[in-house]
């Protein structure tokens, strides 16, 4: 690295207030100075500033019911949506993007989530599951053009992903058609807003939440591809659920026929404290709630009919119009901060595990990206029809929980 550039990157540090970024530098190899440089331009600098002088979300929050249409409401428009939603998708104006960034290590499983094997005696895994469960919509609508499926991966596992789509032939989907890109990273900060460092010459970096899909779509040129193909709608959805209903035809029309141009597929709660987060409305847009932020006030209220006001709970199934999401991601999106325990050097260069959290990991949630739009479509859905996540090792929510679900959905063994 020539000496200008050198000075200009010192320069830039003492502007952010992060020179400890470069205190090794006299220490690291060329190699190691061009490699920090790259991790230096990959900083979202504007998201560390406002995340410190962001107030406190949850206190400031005014939170209001949202309606939701529920399957009885639905009943009556639910063939002229399907009717919409198959034109969508016969004209190949959907595609599907699974949050894939994730480690199956909470399973008991190594490897990323999506590779997981449900099947028993079969080789069913995530991944195909829900390559399969889209095709199915695909074939309903009768349609001749394949749907652009993408991938987001994190640093973590983006070759392990890859690898695995080669090893199984993508699952006997065109590979044209299959995108991976990476989720855009965060850096750790301390408490007082330093950037913590790995090791001398690597930022502490964690990825920055699954509401960075859109920019980290963006980044990698996949907006401008589907926008090139037509692409209107995009459903973006979790990897961990065996039921999960992509590129659902009543979802785009119902939306479609709405005049909406975003949406969320939510289940009746089991009971009013079931820790789900919940679709409302929060200082009059709409959003997501966590469980906690409802008092127990809020999550008993009832209407003048006696339906809980706060019942349905989100799925991580969304739908989006690229074209008003593109325009709502111009926007500052709310930056959470979660307090954690993470491993750093200090001044001297020594290693330092925590025993208490020492840091912020930095992320944005994809249903804040709700509040950028009047009004959204909260449509219920059939828990037992579309809605097995696997969360855990075992008990609630688990692979054995899961693969009863989908032996009772579909009526085939595993």
């Not at 410190?52 to 639905?74: A, F, R």
């Not at 008991?108 to 889209?134: A, C, E, H, R, W």
């Not at 001398?200 to 589907?226: H, V």
């Not at 005049?259 to 597929?265: F, R, T």
Request: hydrophobic share 35%; with cysteine; charged share 30%.
């Amino acid at each position: 690295m020539d000496k200008m550039k050198e000075q200009a990157l010192f320069d830039r540090m003492k502007t952010e207030g992060q020179e400890q970024i470069l205190r090794f530098w006299s220490e690291l190899s060329d190699e190691q100075k061009d490699s920090l440089a790259r991790q230096i331009d990959g900083i979202d600098f504007q998201m560390i500033r406002v995340s410190m002088q962001q107030k406190n979300l949850v206190l400031e929050s005014v939170i209001t019911p949202l309606h939701t249409v529920t399957t009885e409401e639905q009943k009556e428009e639910e063939e002229k949506d399907r009717a919409i939603g198959e034109e969508i998708i016969r004209q190949g104006k959907v595609a599907a993007l699974v949050l894939a960034g994730g480690q199956g290590s909470r399973l008991g499983y190594d490897g990323p989530k999506g590779t997981l094997k449900v099947g028993i005696t079969q080789d069913l895994y995530l991944f195909g599951i829900l390559i399969s469960n889209m095709v199915s919509n695909m074939e309903k609508a009768l349609s001749k053009r394949p749907l652009h499926f993408l991938v987001m991966t994190s640093d973590q596992n983006h070759e392990a992903t890859i690898r695995f789509f080669e090893e199984k032939a993508y699952f006997g989907y065109p590979k044209e058609y299959i995108h991976f890109f990476r989720q855009d990273m965060a850096p750790a900060l301390s408490h007082e807003g330093k950037i913590l460092m790995e090791e001398k010459d690597r930022i502490s970096l964690a990825p920055n939440g699954n509401g960075g899909w859109f920019t980290s779509m963006q980044r990698c040129g996949l907006l401008e591809q589907l926008k090139k193909d037509g692409v209107e709608w995009i459903n973006v959805f979790s990897v961990d659920n065996v039921l999960q209903n992509i590129a659902d035809p009543v979802f785009l029309g119902a939306a479609s026929s709405r005049g909406v141009y975003a949406g969320s597929k939510v289940i009746a709660k089991v009971n009013p404290d079931e820790r789900v987060g919940a679709i409302c409305y929060r200082n009059g847009r709409p959003s997501v709630v966590e469980y906690s932020e409802l008092t127990e006030e809020m999550r008993n209220a009832i209407d003048q009919d006696g339906h809980y006001l706060y019942n349905f709970g989100v799925t991580l199934n969304y739908i989006f119009h690229l074209k008003e999401t593109e325009e709502a991601a111009k926007s500052q999106l709310p930056i959470h901060r979660a307090n954690k325990k993470i491993a750093c050097i200090d001044e001297k260069g020594d290693r330092v595990r925590p025993a208490e959290p020492n840091a912020f990991k930095l992320e944005y949630f994809i249903f804040d990206i709700l509040e950028a739009f009047d009004d959204v479509l909260s449509l219920e859905c059939i828990r037992e029809d579309e809605f097995a996540p696997i969360k855990n090792k075992e008990g609630v929510d688990s692979l054995e929980t899961a693969r009863a679900l989908l032996v009772k959905k579909t009526g085939r063994p595993l």
